[in-house]
């Protein structure tokens, strides 16, 4: 019996080996059979870093694409909604011009209408913004003409070949001050103008400077031109 028993054993022992190896060789789902190796593995990475770029590339672009939309607006406000308006303005014949950044935007624009005796001859409303800049264009300084009068703190820029007036200075501490006319302005809707009589009759010469340094353009440049 022991022979039998044994060579039973060892059948017994076969089958369970057997039954063991086809389990773990066994697929995870019929009909799949796994390709590695060659040219599969090296698409399929691939193919997965690809994605992965073209989905990080999707939001970076999507990032980029706000941003860029963000600049626009902030450059569109910076030129007109919000932050700076650019004002444009010259003399009859283009001889003298000027450019005012009036920062921040206004909602109006004060337009005094000086009630003295040279502006009301010839029609001088004028206006400032302190906060902006002013860069004032000749063409032809021969063809302008500064005229001063009463405490001769302030220069009249006329232009000789047209007659009109866009621009005024002052002199202070060292510093150049300025108005300009906006009757001279190219590129502002009338509305915006807020149009009052101005007077300044009585004032002595100090009273008058500290105003103008209070109220005026306090950052003036002339081109090379003038």
């Known amino acids: 019996m022991r022979p039998f028993r044994s060579r039973l054993d060892t059948v017994v022992l076969s089958f369970v080996f057997i039954v063991v190896a086809l389990l773990v060789a066994a697929p995870c789902s019929p009909g799949y059979a796994p390709r590695t190796g060659g040219a599969y593995d090296s698409h399929h990475r691939t193919a997965g ?3 992965c770029t ?3 590339g999707g939001r970076v672009a999507a990032r980029g694409a706000r941003a860029a939309a963000t600049a626009r607006a902030s450059h569109r406000c910076a ?5 700076i308006m650019l004002i444009s303005g010259r003399c ?17 624009i004060p337009a005094r209408a000086c009630t003295c ?3 009301a001859k010839h029609g001088g409303v004028w206006t400032s913004c302190p906060t902006g800049s002013l860069t004032v264009s000749v063409k032809d300084r021969i063809c302008v003409s500064k005229y001063a009068f009463g405490t001769n703190t302030a220069e009249f820029h006329v232009c000789t070949t047209c007659g009109v007036v866009p621009v005024v200075t002052s002199r202070i501490d060292g510093r ?3 108005v300009v006319s906006v009757n001279a302005f190219e590129n502002v809707e009338p509305a915006l103008l807020r149009r009052a ?3 300044f ?22 081109d090379a031109a003038s």
């Open 117 to 119: 005796s040279f502006c």
């Open 92 to 108: 009859h014949c283009g001889n003298i011009s000027f450019a005012l950044d009036w920062r921040p935007e206004p909602s109006e």
């Open 201 to 222: 009759e009585g004032e002595n010469e100090q009273t008058r400077l500290s105003r103008r340094k209070r109220n005026w353009i306090a950052d003036v440049q002339f």
């Open 79 to 83: 030129g007109w909604c919000g932050t």
């Open 54 to 56: 073209r989905r990080g």
């Open 49 to 51: 870093i690809a994605g």
């Open 197 to 199: 009589p101005a007077t």
């Open 176 to 178: 150049l001050y300025a």
